[in-house]
């Protein structure tokens, strides 16, 4: 396993070791050891998620206050623009976007630790996406930050007009949303 920096300290970009023969190739998702020995982080999942998403597909910017969520992002099958605002305020990165491609091409998984938005487009032909989370989903705790909010600057390489849920659409401006006291 190797383990990038990004932008963001604490945001990990992960690149698994695949073992490939004649046969195909192999490569662990997830391994906790591995994952302590290479992070420093000793972390417990509660959930595994996945989702399946159409072309153009937007979901997102999630987080929840309260019960905070670290996230580990992988995609099964497909392409995603990935993308993380850090939404801890005092934070040097306080309002800030930073964004990758995560595919199964790259084998590449997304480390997000609480405190971050995330969210992501669904690209080419669609994407399956597979993520381990660290904190139970709850609906009281849930905030969205809307996802085309010009503050935030993100480019999002759309093909036309995305696919998005109401409740997306309905998302916070970042002048608005609830966000994480960090020091």
């Not at 309002?95 to 405190?115: D, K």
């Not at 139970?136 to 998005?164: C, F, K, M, Q, T």
Request: hydrophobic residues 45%.
């Amino acid at each position: 396993m190797k383990v990038l920096a990004t932008a963001f300290p604490g945001v990990l970009l992960i690149e698994p070791a695949v073992h490939a023969d004649d046969r195909g190739v192999f490569f662990e998702t997830f391994n906790a050891r591995a994952f302590a020995q290479a992070t420093g982080l000793q972390v417990e999942f509660v959930q595994d998620n996945q989702s399946v998403s159409r072309p153009n597909t937007v979901r997102g910017l999630h987080y929840q206050v309260g019960l905070a969520q670290g996230k580990l992002v992988r995609v099964v099958k497909g392409a995603v623009f990935d993308v993380v605002v850090d939404m801890r305020r005092g934070s040097p990165h306080f309002g800030r976007a930073m964004s990758t491609v995560l595919s199964e091409e790259n084998r590449r998984q997304l480390w997000i630790p609480p405190g971050f938005a995330h969210g992501f487009l669904a690209l080419g032909e669609g994407a399956e996406c597979a993520y381990k989370i660290t904190e139970y989903w709850s609906p009281a705790h849930e905030r969205i930050l809307l996802w085309n909010d010009p503050a935030l600057g993100i480019d999002w390489p759309l093909a036309g007009a995305p696919v998005i849920s109401e409740k997306d659409r309905k998302g916070q401006l970042l002048q608005d949303a609830e966000a994480y006291d960090f020091s």
